[in-house]
């Protein structure tokens, strides 16, 4: 019963990292991009 219950909570801790991440990670990607895309306006 422990293990399970060690299991399930481990499931919805990878659940909750993933949907944290995927509310992340676009937003620093954004402005990454916007930082390149300037760099090479700036080059051009």
Do not use: D, N, S, T
């Not at 399930?8 to 944290?20: D, E, Y």
């Amino acid at each position: 019963m422990i293990v399970g219950k060690m299991m399930f909570a481990g499931g919805l801790a990878g659940v909750i990292c993933c949907m944290v991440a995927l509310l992340v990670l676009p937003r620093i990607f954004e402005k990454q991009r916007k930082k390149l895309l300037e760099k090479l306006e700036e080059e051009i």
